[in-house]
């Protein structure tokens, strides 16, 4: 009887036993794998907190941004050798986790975005900012702080990602399962060493390998939204990848996760430490990934936030992208509200019920800006009619402001005037030239919109520019505008 006892307190002890070393062999696995991928500031929490951290159970470190609900980390996906300019973005994607809600959200930036170089006094395409950072030494210091600039968020934490990485991670966890909305061919995707192949793939569900799930994210000539429906099928395959990676299943195979921790050492770039990590995967664990909000920058509809423009490169007119408010103001609103999009489609219903009258008064030499201001305001307002009208004896202020001819009687639009379109609220009335039609708002054109880069082309007109090849797509140097 003693033997038989003896017997099952062994079965049970070595039960306990296997899974605890094989954490513990996955913890000093995560050790070691901290020293090979390149992490841009050392850990506080010494080897023993960091093992700590990423075993089940460990108190894990709190991430900025938690004590107020939200943390934000900036993704890339870049090239990375064999690949031409290895170290340009293809994928920018703000990832934001709702700490007491336990959602997420992916906001997806365009590459061809034209934004400032923090500190620089230099513009260039989004997609070369972390080329740029690299050259300075600076790191990704560059291309956060850009994005920060754009979105309004404070962004602590970023991962870049390679290409070849990409594949291996996805091949590490057995797959993803995707549905593609459409069938693909595409018979110029850009392989490695400057090649070209046929990619292929048949609408409804599939599940990808990784050098499927790469061509799947990076295929664009047969899109017909180009570089924007290649972000949503980005969105949609870290959706897939985070539910995999994060089941049950993935999380408790110890043999995966080694795999996954070898390919993340060689591949990813990024300023978490492991004990970051850590407590990501915690929080992961807990958070709606299948009913995450997601939103593209795009200039494809009458809606999107941006429009084409162009640049000149020695001769040459080089594709970009700008706002087409000529600011910030409405990529911020969305970055702010990834969560709850309603609000946006609210402000917007309240706008159209109002249909409001607008006046935009300039002097006669800035005529052409006062068109295109108008143009944008057509864009982004919902208004019953928009007039321009010129006059000699208006005095250009330094800010654009407004007048506001209803007392508080339209407060959609107005506040879509203050604050998409940063004009001051004045109480002096301009004079009006004889014969104008009353309006419920009257701006004056100030000095401040010829310095925001206003698009040069109503939406449609070469708008195809962001499906086809770019000859400036690899490094844009960086241009005083």
Known sequence: MDKGKNSIRYLIAAVIAVPTVALLFLGIRVLRTAEKIHVDNASSSGAFGNLASVLPGGKREPLKGEENGRVNILLLGRAGKNYPGQNLTDTIMLASIDTREHRAAFLSIPRDLFVPIPGSGLYTKLNSVYQYGLNQGDGADSVIGAVEELTGQDIPYYAALDFDGFEKVIDDIGGIRVESA???????????????????????????????????????????????????????????????????RTYLDVFTANRLLDTLGDSVRTNLTMSQIGSLIEIGKTTDLRNASTAVVDAWKKESLLRVSHMDMNGIRAFILVPRTGNWNEIRDLASNIFDKQELDRKRGGMEQEKASILILSRPEEASVASRFAAALNDAVPAEDIRVSTENTIRMSPKSAVFDRTNLGKPFTLDSLLGTFSLERTADMPTLPAGTKDADFVIVIGNDVKEHPLPEASLGSDSSDAAGDDPFSEYFTPQTR
Not at 194 to 218: C, I, M
Not at 221 to 229: L, M, T, V
């Open 182 to 248: 459409r069938d693909i061919l595409d018979t110029r995707y850009p392989g490695k060493n400057y090649s070209y192949e046929t990619f292929e793939l048949s609408a409804g569900w599939h599940t990808l390998d990784g050098a499927t799930a790469l061509k799947y994210a990076r295929e664009r000539h047969d899109d017909p939204e180009g570089d924007f429906g290649r972000a949503k099928r980005q969105q949609q395959i870290i959706k897939a990848f985070q539910e995999k990676a994060l089941s049950i």
